[in-house]
């Protein structure tokens, strides 16, 4: 019988999970369409299928993020500074990187697989630019969080929701025209 060296190993265990993987994303993806898509007979005259999917799908990561940011700010950090040993952060900017590392890969999942699947670009460009997105709006998100906080004195919750609707509105115009793109024809025979 022969032997399996680590890569060949690696590179068999890759090829038989990702297939499933992707099984399990198409699943989920069809899962949630009817679900989301159910809602918008009501907002067909105001917007189109692919801005309310977007709105859905970007409502429900913001829906998750409050949920992680509001556990994370009382229970997780308990109102207090969260000292990483070369730095404290409040617990308003901890709760909010914590909201991040879960948010990030939902709404990657939703964006690419829910409201932007007609794209073409190739997946890791989608996730790289996602991810310069993510993180410009992650330090936006944060500059504005403790101008409100600190600053304008309005309590975190209550900030966060303020900055969250100005991150939207940016969010949506970039993810459109630049994350998730889809490359014309015209623009690659002439460009």
Not at 54 to 77: E, R
Not at 158 to 175: C, M
């Amino acid at each position: 019988m022969p032997k399996l060296t680590g890569q060949v190993w690696d590179l068999t265990l890759v090829s038989i999970t990702l297939p499933r993987m992707r099984r399990h994303i198409h699943s989920a993806r069809d899962l949630l369409l009817p679900v989301i898509d159910f809602f918008y007979p009501p907002f067909r005259k105001l917007m189109g299928l692919q801005t309310f999917r977007y709105a859905a799908s970007g409502g429900i990561n913001t829906v998750l993020g409050y949920i992680i940011f509001y556990i994370g700010f009382k229970f997780i950090f308990r109102e207090r500074p969260f000292d990483i040993g070369f730095y404290a952060f409040e617990a308003h900017s901890a709760a909010l990187m914590l909201s991040f590392c879960v948010c990030f890969p939902f709404g990657f999942f939703l964006m690419k697989y829910v409201v932007f699947s007609d794209s073409d670009m190739k997946g890791k460009v989608q996730l790289f630019r996602y991810f310069l997105l993510y993180v410009f709006n992650l330090g936006l998100n944060y500059v504005l969080l403790r101008l409100f906080v600190e600053t304008l004195k309005i309590y975190p919750t209550f900030a966060q929701v303020i900055t969250t609707v100005i991150i939207i509105l940016f969010s949506y115009i970039v993810q459109r025209n630049f994350t998730f793109k889809i490359r014309n024809t015209e623009d690659e025979i002439t460009g």
